[in-house]
């Protein structure tokens, strides 16, 4: 048995990050301006990121930004990934539990939890307390339960029945830009979850680093 934190992946092979913000910028207003018929013939990346942000933020012209799609992997436990795959539109695959044998060498035989590591849960399961050692109990029995029933020939997609919500789980999730900004305005918000809002409040850093012509004001819009 071990413990991993969230975290997520932006390791997409299909996509070269360099410059992505100034192509972004460029694939939108070319788009954008179609609607307006007002291209210009040698646009700068400062002309094309003033009308992207314009056109977002002023004009709310959001079914522009739907023309550009991010995968990212998301590594959370089983019960946020349920949260996580509520949002539409998109597409979703993730770590099967009816076809990975956790008992297997590849998995190094045993089951991968995620830890209670986040600011909120360390108020919740603090070191050393009986509600911490609760949880790491449920996680050593039902691992234990777990690969008893594989040794006994039940097949993984029955055996898991007795994993719990804190299990390990990867999903590639891809959205649109603007159900990323969706997602960022849900998952982000104090109501939610405290794990996906620590996975969600860190990823919306990288995209506001990485696209800033789009997700410069995304916090800013919320607040």
Same mark, same amino acid.
């Given at each position: 048995? +071990?413990?991993?934190?969230?975290? #997520?992946?932006?390791?997409?092979? +299909?996509?070269?990050?360099?410059?992505?913000?100034?192509?972004?910028?460029?694939?939108?207003?070319?788009?954008?301006?179609?609607?307006?018929?007002?291209? *210009?013939?040698?646009?700068?990346?400062?002309?094309?990121? *003033? #009308?992207?942000?314009?056109?977002?933020?002023?004009? =709310?012209?959001?079914?522009?930004? %739907?023309?550009?799609?991010?995968?990212?992997?998301?590594?959370?436990?089983?019960?946020?990934?349920?949260?996580?795959?509520?949002?539409?539109?998109?597409?979703?695959?993730?770590?099967?539990?009816?076809?990975?044998?956790?008992?297997?060498?590849? &998995?190094?035989?045993?089951?991968?939890?995620?830890?209670?590591?986040?600011?909120?849960?360390? *108020?919740?399961?603090?070191?050393?307390?009986?509600?911490?050692?609760?949880?790491?109990?449920?996680?050593?029995? +039902?691992?234990?339960?777990?690969?008893?029933?594989?040794?006994?020939?039940?097949?993984?997609?029955?055996?898991?029945?007795? /994993?719990?919500?804190?299990? *390990? +789980? %990867?999903?590639?999730?891809?959205?649109?830009? =603007?159900?990323?900004?969706?997602? &960022?305005?849900?998952?982000?918000? %104090?109501?939610?979850?405290?794990?996906?809002?620590?996975?969600?409040?860190? /990823? /919306?850093?990288?995209?506001?680093?990485?696209?800033?012509?789009?997700?410069?004001?995304?916090?800013?819009?919320?607040?």
């Amino acid at each position: 048995m +071990t413990y991993v934190s969230s975290d #997520f992946s932006t390791a997409d092979p +299909t996509l070269n990050w360099d410059n992505l913000n100034e192509r972004v910028a460029r694939k939108l207003t070319m788009i954008g301006r179609t609607a307006y018929k007002s291209e *210009k013939e040698t646009p700068t990346f400062a002309d094309d990121a *003033k #009308f992207v942000q314009h056109l977002v933020w002023a004009k =709310h012209h959001l079914s522009v930004i %739907e023309h550009v799609h991010i995968s990212v992997k998301i590594i959370c436990d089983r019960g946020v990934s349920h949260e996580l795959v509520r949002h539409r539109i998109a597409a979703y695959t993730q770590e099967s539990t009816r076809y990975c044998n956790y008992a297997q060498d590849k &998995f190094a035989g045993q089951v991968v939890f995620i830890a209670a590591d986040t600011l909120e849960d360390q *108020k919740h399961w603090p070191e050393g307390s009986m509600a911490q050692y609760i949880r790491n109990s449920v996680a050593n029995y +039902t691992e234990r339960a777990y690969l008893d029933l594989i040794n006994l020939g039940v097949p993984p997609q029955l055996s898991r029945d007795v /994993l719990p919500n804190m299990l *390990k +789980t %990867e999903v590639w999730a891809t959205y649109n830009l =603007h159900e990323w900004m969706h997602v &960022f305005e849900v998952r982000c918000a %104090e109501a939610a979850h405290p794990r996906i809002r620590a996975i969600m409040s860190s /990823l /919306l850093e990288w995209f506001q680093e990485t696209l800033p012509v789009v997700f410069v004001d995304v916090r800013l819009n919320m607040e």
